[in-house]
């Protein structure tokens, strides 16, 4: 069993979904329902984890807006130990067209970072690592941080024995992966920037799965929104393909791969039953509904390519 797991969001956020029943752009839409939630991918992915049983501590900064992130997230059992810095957490707006459950997102930049509350962050890191056995970083950054950043907390964290988890994109991403974390779970679009080329044919994601393994990243899982997912580690790749079902909203459904690839880690699954739990869990996302996961996990068709 997994001792304890910690999540980074660096940059949170409070997600303003807005329903409508069909979106037309550059023009006037009315919303058919709306809803205000907590979010930022590492706080998805500690929400997950409580709706699978797991708790979790999840770190990163909160401004002055935002308190009651911490508060809704001790609701769920998950224990929050945030930085309260100046400035407001910012409110990403997801628009969701019911027609066809595509989403249209605007994401705000996040608060002003300064080296004083970096530091402060690196301490909790430096702390949390030695007492977890994981530890999640996802998402985009705040202002004010380098694009290393990642790189230099993943190396932290590993020097104290915890494993990594990398969910980013852009340099943050590449920079992160000269630190060699235990997992990446990239969406297809990050890993088309990663290798700066299309990725058309999956064999050929497939291989650039293995160069990233033979680097000394132990497990890789590629999400490809409706297509599903590709996982590998050292001893085979598995492509999952996805359950056709009634989707309410697909954002933070990589946010959920990564929470059931945890659960999956939690006990011990092999590889192919880590792919599928992983892609089960973000099915239950999609349609909001987690207390599907085992007929999802028994649905969920999985071919070994490796
Ligand atoms: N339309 C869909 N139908 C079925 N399954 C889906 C759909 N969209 C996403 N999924 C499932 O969710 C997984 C993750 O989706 P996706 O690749 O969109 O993640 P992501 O881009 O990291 O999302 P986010 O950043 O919002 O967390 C997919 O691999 C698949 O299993
Ligand atoms: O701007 P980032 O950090 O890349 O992504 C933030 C975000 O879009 O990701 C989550 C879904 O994965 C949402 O809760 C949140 O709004």
């Known amino acids: 069993m997994v001792e304890m797991i910690a999540t980074v969001t660096l940059n949170p956020a409070i997600d303003h ?4 029943e069909r979106f037309v752009p550059c023009s006037l839409n009315r919303a058919a329902d709306s809803e205000y939630s907590i979010g930022g991918k590492g706080i998805n992915v500690s ?8 708790s979790s501590i999840a770190l990163g900064f909160l401004g002055k807006n935002a308190g009651h992130i911490s508060d809704e997230l001790k609701e769920m059992g998950i224990t929050p130990d945030f930085i309260e810095v100046p400035g407001n957490t910012r409110t990403n707006i997801k628009i969701i067209d019911r027609s066809n459950a595509a989403s249209t997102e605007v994401n705000e930049p996040g608060p002003w970072i300064t080296p004083e509350w970096l530091n402060e962050l690196k301490e909790r890191v430096l702390y949390w690592a ?5 530890i999640t970083f996802s998402g985009s950054l705040p202002q004010g941080l380098n694009e290393d ?15 990594t988890i990398l969910d980013a994109d852009g340099e943050s991403l590449r920079k992160g992966l000269e630190s060699a974390p235990y997992m990446i779970k990239p969406n297809i679009h990050e890993l088309k920037n990663l290798v ?12 650039v799965c293995n160069e990233i393994i033979s680097s000394g990243i132990e497990v890789v899982i590629v999400s490809m929104g409706s297509k599903g997912s590709i996982y590998a580690d050292s001893k085979g790749v598995y492509r999952a393909y996805p359950l056709e079902l009634d989707v309410k909203s697909t954002v933070g459904a990589g946010d959920a791969m990564v929470a059931g690839f945890l659960y999956a880690v939690d006990r011990g699954f092999d590889g192919e039953s880590t792919a599928r739990f992983a892609a089960a869990s973000s099915s239950c ?12 996990y028994e649905r969920i068709r999985i071919e070994r390519w490796q």
């Open 47 to 54: 929400k997950v984890l409580a709706e699978l049983g797991i």
């Open 130 to 134: 030695e007492r977890c056995e994981y």
């Open 17 to 20: 979904t807005v329903y409508v």
């Open 149 to 163: 950043i990642y790189k230099e907390l993943i190396q932290i964290a590993k020097e104290k024995g915890a494993r």
């Open 285 to 296: 996302r999609i349609i909001s509904d987690f207390k599907r996961i085992r007929e999802f």
């Open 196 to 207: 700066g080329h299309p990725l058309d044919d999956e064999r050929e994601v497939m291989n």
